[in-house]
């Protein structure tokens, strides 16, 4: 086993046993994350919804699955990138019997982004991927404007560069027949993070 597994596992261990905050009281699974986190590309989202809290597995549903398009467009699967949230837990109103998604507040996501903090120090990712504004904000800038510095890279204190891509749940509110809502920029953002994985390699070795 790696260093990277022998510490990556404990720290899920513990992740999932998590009671830092009141997410924890309406949670069905905490979502880890999943993947290979021996890559040198992570993804980042903002957090699980109803299908990820059921199931304990990042981007799944029909946001997830666009997200694998654009994996598999672009010559990866799940296999090659480590996947995760920033919050780990389903944020969610109760009203009667029904869990209503809403943003996570700004205490959740204190209390959460340790859980990354500490995955990003294990992994040691050369690129991150940071799918929807909130990623962005925490990873590359507070400031960060997604509709005039999406695609670009920027360094970062968690990895030499971090891109920033539409989240796929927000294309698919807005796409139409005539207007693929973004997706053809997701795919090329998803493109740009393994080019630029590829560029530092190269450079770091060279």
């Keep these: 086993m790696s260093q990277i597994l022998e510490l990556i596992e404990p720290l899920r261990a513990e992740c999932i046993q998590c009671t830092n905050c009141k997410l924890s009281a ?16 992570m993804i980042i989202g903002e957090g699980p919804g109803a299908t990820e809290d059921a199931t304990g597995r990042p981007f799944v549903g029909r946001a997830g699955k666009m997200l694998d398009e654009a994996l598999t467009a672009a010559g990866m699967s799940r296999k090659h990138v480590f996947i995760c949230n920033i919050v780990k837990c389903r944020a969610c109103n109760v009203e ?15 209390a959460c982004t340790s859980w990354l903090v500490k995955q990003v120090e294990i992994i040691k990712p050369l690129v991150i991927l940071c799918v929807g504004a909130p990623s962005a904000k925490f990873i590359i800038k507070k ?15 968690y990895a030499e560069c971090a891109i920033a891509a539409l989240h796929p749940a927000y294309i698919l509110r807005r796409m139409s027949l005539t207007d693929d809502g973004g997706k053809s920029l997701l795919f090329a953002d998803v493109e740009a993070a393994r080019k630029k994985v590829i560029e530092l390699r190269r450079k770091n070795e060279g």
Excluded: H, Q, Y
């Design 26 to 41: 309406t949670r069905t699974n905490v979502v880890f994350g999943e993947g290979n986190p021996e890559s040198p590309l």
């Design 143 to 157: 400031n960060f404007k997604m509709t005039v510095e999406r695609g670009i890279a920027f360094p970062t204190p």
């Design 96 to 110: 009667g019997t029904k869990f209503i998604n809403r943003p996570p507040e700004p205490d959740e996501i204190t």
